[in-house]
């Protein structure tokens, strides 16, 4: 991946990677295979939880690749991506940079809920993982998806199975079912051997079909 000037942000590798591999190995064949596959890499926090959410919604319904190039474009329009700086920006330099109309909308409300101090941001360190996702969904645009990537690449909890995640079905059904469609309740099922390490296995999951590592 490019280097960005959010690129230059991530501080921080999930303390608990090392472990959880281990034990994802041992429990499932799948990830046994894949997870010598890619070495060191793992998830990682860029640190900013506004930086986060704003990739999560640039991300929405477009592929890794194509989310990184709009991103690339729209990041070179403030100085610095911040809640105040994207307030500033004007709509139609928003849109040649490739967001949607919609989008644009969902990226302002978003600022301003940072900017009005109307979400608990130091808190939630604190909360559990669905009372974060019942405070992010209150924010246009922000849906279950959106909050469950917030919680994995921001507060990089353990345990999250993004069900919505078109990549986390695609990969269920590449690597476990030779590619034949799969139900939420049949990807819930396959997942029951990852807990308590869910965000892990769903990473590789990602992985074993993107040669990017995704990242919000």
């Not at 360190?125 to 009372?131: K, P, R």
């Not at 919505?164 to 079912?177: E, R, T």
């Amino acid at each position: 991946m490019a280097a960005t000037k959010t690129a230059a942000a991530v501080v921080a590798t999930p303390h608990y990677w090392g472990d959880a591999c281990t034990h994802l190995a041992k429990r499932d064949r799948v990830l046994k295979r894949l997870i010598p596959r890619f070495g060191d890499a793992s998830l990682e926090s860029r640190g900013d939880a506004f930086v986060t959410l704003a990739r999560s919604i640039v991300g929405q319904q477009v592929s890794v690749k194509s989310a990184q190039s709009i991103w690339n474009r729209f990041e070179q329009l403030p100085r610095r991506v911040t809640p105040g700086n994207v307030l500033k920006l004007k709509v139609d330099d928003m849109r040649a940079a490739g967001l949607s109309a919609r989008k644009v909308e969902y990226l302002v409300d978003l600022a301003l809920h940072f900017d009005s101090g109307r979400i608990h941001v130091k808190q939630w360190q604190d909360m559990d993982d669905e009372a974060i996702v019942a405070e992010l969904v209150a924010i246009r645009g922000i849906g279950r998806w959106t909050a469950e990537m917030f919680l994995m690449f921001h507060l990089m909890r353990p345990d999250i199975l993004p069900l919505d995640d078109v990549g986390l079905i695609n990969g269920i059904s590449h690597n476990y079912f030779s590619g034949e469609p799969v139900s939420r309740s049949e990807a819930r099922e396959v997942a029951e051997a990852w807990a308590p390490w869910r965000t892990v296995a769903t990473w590789y999951m990602w992985r074993s079909l993107e040669p990017v590592p995704v990242a919000y």
